[in-house]
């Protein structure tokens, strides 16, 4: 669809939804600079790296649903920890602590969701080829006091908020990642905090897809639906 400039560490590819030709230039990238020493920004869904971030793209954007970014922080005595995610997943996203589907795979009609693995049982070979640009990526900030080797531990911890959330997760068609940063000096359990990260992390999950509030008439034009 676009040129894709590889420049960044991690990023989701989202140049089918909306215009390919919008790009972020130098100014912008100050003035973000800038805003981010104001203090913390909180506002979540189609914002920053949420904008063009969808689910539930097994038959890619006709029978998909957006989602965005999502961030949550909690606390335990000293401890804090804060939970920053872009979902843009390829199968479908839930809440944990209802089980229920909350976005994901559309029917043809964008009526009533579908069953994702019964729909890949039965997908041709060409369908297989139109998943391929998903990418969640999350991020864990804490005040605990962890070296590099205890803060990977703490990611793949938090990877645990992926599977409750996300169902198909881990496919050859995600690229999912989740960093970790200790920023002070709280002496704590790693786990602890690798656990209260995960928790952390599905809450954020839940919000990106809550935050998100692109109605059906706006997904259809941005989506480029007929």
């Known amino acids: 669809d676009a040129v894709i400039p590889l ?15 919008v790009r972020p230039d130098a100014a912008m990238a100050y003035e973000a600079c800038q805003n981010a020493l104001k203090g913390f920004d909180d506002r979540m869904g189609n914002v920053g790296a949420g904008t063009g971030a969808t689910v539930g793209k097994l038959y890619d ?7 965005g970014l999502g961030i949550h922080a ?3 005595g000293d401890l804090k920890i804060a939970a920053v995610v872009v979902l843009n997943a390829c199968g479908d996203i839930f809440d944990p ?3 229920q589907k909350i976005a994901g795979l559309l029917d043809k009609e964008r009526k009533e969701f579908l069953d994702y693995e019964d729909e890949m049982i039965k997908m041709s070979e060409e369908a297989k080829a139109s998943a391929v640009t998903n990418t969640t990526i999350g991020c864990i900030i804490t005040n605990a006091k962890f070296d590099k080797a205890k803060m990977n531990k703490v990611a793949s911890m938090t990877r645990s ?15 999912d990642t989740i960093y970790a940063a200790s920023t002070g000096s709280v002496e704590c359990d790693i786990n602890l905090v690798g656990s209260l990260a995960a928790k952390a992390m599905q809450k954020a999950i839940v919000k990106a897809v ?5 109605d059906e008439e706006e997904y259809r034009k941005y989506a480029h639906i007929e």
């Open 7 to 21: 420049v960044v560490q991690s990023c989701i590819y989202d140049l089918e939804y909306g215009r390919s030709d």
């Open 61 to 67: 954007l006709p029978q998909a649903q957006k989602a």
């Open 74 to 76: 909690m606390q335990a």
């Open 97 to 99: 602590d209802s089980g």
């Open 161 to 175: 908020a992926y599977a409750r959330c996300i169902n198909p997760v881990g496919m050859m068609w995600d690229g």
């Open 210 to 214: 809550d935050s998100a509030e692109t």
